[in-house]
């Protein structure tokens, strides 16, 4: 018989303690729990929809391991702080922010919980239990500028943006170079329309920018609306954030998918494993996290070989748009001669490049 | 040149037909003394139905179904708003706090009846003029558009008639204006006020399905974005009168088209956020103006906003 004294006490009452909690982990698995913030509605057909996208392959993937939520229409304003922390209070361990408009909401939301995981989509703001996630679209932009700078009659594209935050600033001027690539006297024209979903003004934008003169509309807003003006007026447009030819069967020429489902499935077994930490990744067409639609039946085949070009050029690194020489709107040289943009540049891009109207 | 400015009045044409029905729809609400601020959720309410019923009976009934789908539109929204008229007018509740909540429950009940609808298209409810006069590069300005078009300015003029020219609209303002007196004299205040709802209503489902049906033929959530809340600023801009907000609404349109062309042709000297607030920065300045210009007290119905709750 073991000597009954208070130290052994002490021992086996905390041993009898733990015992229910740690046997619980080992023996209930109770499934993992993940949170997703959307901008958007999810039927949106285009951001969101593509992130919801994701998370449901994730769902069928690791049935029974992970059950998610969601919550969408999330406004990017101090509003979202207290629908972040309700997530997590509902016993989501990862959370992930879709947007770049959630960047200090999260963070904020972070401090306030160190004990839940979060994951920020499009920012550049990192904490010890905030990870960064990003899929680099501008390598889509690449492709579609070389097709309308082959395409392009007017010898002027349109761009429909959102905000001006880095993520579209990179989108312009990549959709911008690879096009003067083709065409050096190419120039795109800007509108931001301050919203990332707004059907009828996208239109209106669209349609504007269709009078000025351009024969090529790429967009960075989420819905079809532009396309569907593109395909009125007879003039060639390229989806965003998904497949978006029934719009348009005419206009879209291809798209720019988001393909998020293999990155969320990748994290969510990373917290079941236990080996989550805090990232800074940036996807593109080598982890297969952006892909393009198919071709448009009205692609001459010398287009399609060229923008297959760009695409192979970036899965194996020998291709990067945003190499030198690169002048900015006012002239100066912002990437000498043959050498290639950081990463970190890219990240905090707010400046056009020569032969964007903005 | 021409191609230009033809190119510039048909778009905003297309951006202020959807407000100006709505718009249309409110003038007569308010003037009969009721405040309805649930414009927005009555559009997308009106925008989801007639999108549906068009995508519905598209194969069966081939043309007519957008007119089914605009007649559909209308109910929808005059439904909705009977949901607020028996709130506000039988149980005497608060009109914004009513008012608010229409909106919010038309988004909500919008989404949940457009969640099917969501990545199907319709075709666009386009100009029922021959192509040779819709599609002209001329003749499109005056021909090239929807029916919704014709059909909005059509009922600016007819409701700016009706209230200021018929009896019946005489009596509408009266009630606007004094409802006790009104009461008094023995008309009824509480029906004449319902139809005036459900006018606004039908205005606003109309005015909504525009969205859905002929500037973006699809559906998405919340697919008006706020053009609800610019309908019932231009009822006030144009102090509460039909000429006045044609003109409002038209302004409306083009500071709104301006800010996307000033966009485009680079000349944003100013935030792109500037632009935007345009056209609420010009109704703040043109309603100091209206203010200043020592008309006492406001051009408002004097019972707007007010229950109606006889003693006798």
């Known amino acids: 018989m073991s000597l ?35 901008p958007g509605p999810v039927g949106d057909y ?104 082959h395409m392009s009659k007017t010898g002027t594209i349109g761009y429909l943006g959102s905000f001006k935050i880095p993520e579209v600033v990179m989108g312009v001027n990549a959709f911008t170079l690879s096009a003067q690539a ?52 007879k003039i060639y447009g390229f989806g965003q954030g998904a497949d978006m030819s029934r719009f348009a069967p005419h206009a879209h020429l291809t798209a720019i998918e988001d393909n998020w489902g293999p990155y969320y499935i990748s994290r969510a077994k ?14 593109g067409f080598k982890e ?23 695409i192979a050029g970036w899965k194996d690194g020998s291709y990067d748009v945003f190499t030198g020489e690169i002048k900015d709107q006012s002239g100066a040289v912002k990437v000498p001669k043959g050498q290639r943009m950081e990463d970190k540049d890219i990240a905090v891009m707010d400046w056009y490049v020569q032969g964007v109207q903005s | 040149m021409l191609t230009f400015i033809i190119d510039a009045l048909v778009t905003v044409v297309g951006v202020t037909t959807p407000i100006l029905l709505a718009a249309t729809g409110e003038l007569v609400v308010e003037k009969s003394g009721v405040l309805n601020l649930g414009v927005e959720g009555m559009m997308l309410v009106g925008a989801v139905t007639g999108f549906a019923i068009a995508l519905t009976y598209g194969d069966s009934l081939g043309a007519l179904a957008p ?68 599609g002209d590069p001329l003749w499109r300005v005056i021909f090239g558009y929807s029916p919704l078009v014709y059909f909005a300015l059509i009922m600016i003029f007819a409701v700016g008639w009706f209230l200021n020219r018929t009896r019946a609209g005489l009596i509408l303002r009266a009630i606007g204006e004094n409802d006790i007196s009104a009461h008094s004299i023995g008309y009824p205040v509480i029906p004449i006020r319902y139809a005036a709802i459900a006018f606004g209503g039908a205005m606003a489902g109309i005015g909504g399905c525009y969205f859905s049906m002929v500037m973006t033929p699809m559906w998405a959530e919340q697919m008006t974005a706020g053009r609800g809340w610019i309908a019932l600023a ?79």
Not at chain 1, 6 to 23: E, H, Q, S, W, Y
Not at chain 2, 94 to 105: M, R, S
Not at chain 2, 256 to 275: H, N
């Open chain 1, 4 to 38: 009954t004294t208070r130290r052994n006490f002490m021992k086996t009452t905390a041993v009898g303690l733990a015992a229910p909690a740690l046997l619980r982990r080992a023996w209930a698995a109770e499934p993992l729990k993940l949170g997703f913030v959307y």
């Open chain 1, 46 to 149: 285009g951001w969101s929809w593509a992130h919801n996208k994701g998370r449901l392959a994730m769902d069928e993937a690791l049935k029974g391991q992970v059950v998610s939520s969601y919550v969408e229409n999330v406004k990017e304003d101090a509003s979202a702080i207290p629908i972040i922390k309700d997530l997590a209070q509902q016993g989501n361990k990862l959370i992930f922010t879709a947007s770049f408009g959630f960047m200090d909401q999260t963070i904020e939301a972070a401090k306030q919980l160190p004990d839940t995981k979060f994951e920020h989509c499009a920012g550049y703001k990192k904490a010890d239990n905030v990870g960064l996630y990003n899929e680099r679209f501008y390598q889509g932009r690449a492709v579609v500028g070389t097709i309308a700078g």
């Open chain 1, 182 to 233: 083709v065409n050096p006297k190419i120039t795109t024209k800007l509108v931001m329309i301050d919203s990332w979903f707004d059907p009828a003004k996208e239109a209106s934008a669209a349609e504007t920018l269709a009078n000025l003169g351009c024969d090529f509309i790429t967009t960075h807003t989420d819905s079809p609306a532009a396309l569907q003006v593109c395909e009125k007026r």
């Open chain 1, 270 to 283: 990373a917290m079941l494993d236990g080996t989550w930490k805090p990232d800074d990744v940036w996807m």
């Open chain 1, 288 to 310: 297969g996290c952006v892909e393009m639609a198919p071709y448009n039946k009205a692609m001459p085949d010398d287009v399609k070989a060229a923008a297959d070009k760009i």
């Open chain 2, 67 to 134: 007119w089914l789908g605009v007649v559909c539109a209308a109910l929808a929204g005059a439904a909705s708003s009977m949901l607020f008229a028996a709130l506000v007018l039988t149980l005497g509740s608060n009109q914004v706090a009513t008012g608010l909540a229409l909106t919010i429950f038309g988004i909500g009940l919008s989404s949940l009846i457009g969640s099917g609808y969501v990545g199907t298209i319709i075709p666009a409810f386009d100009s029922l003029f021959p192509d040779s006069l819709a």
């Open chain 2, 234 to 312: 231009l009822v006030v801009f144009s102090g509460w009168r039909a000429g006045r907000l044609l003109a409002g609404a038209y302004f409306f349109g083009v500071l709104m088209t301006l800010e996307l062309y000033a966009k485009a042709s680079g000349f944003s000297f100013l935030p792109s956020q500037f632009w935007a607030a345009m056209p609420y920065l010009m109704a703040v300045v043109v309603l100091a103006v209206i203010s200043s210009r020592g008309v006492a007290g406001s051009e408002a119905p004097a019972c707007l906003g007010r229950p109606f709750l006889p003693s006798s």
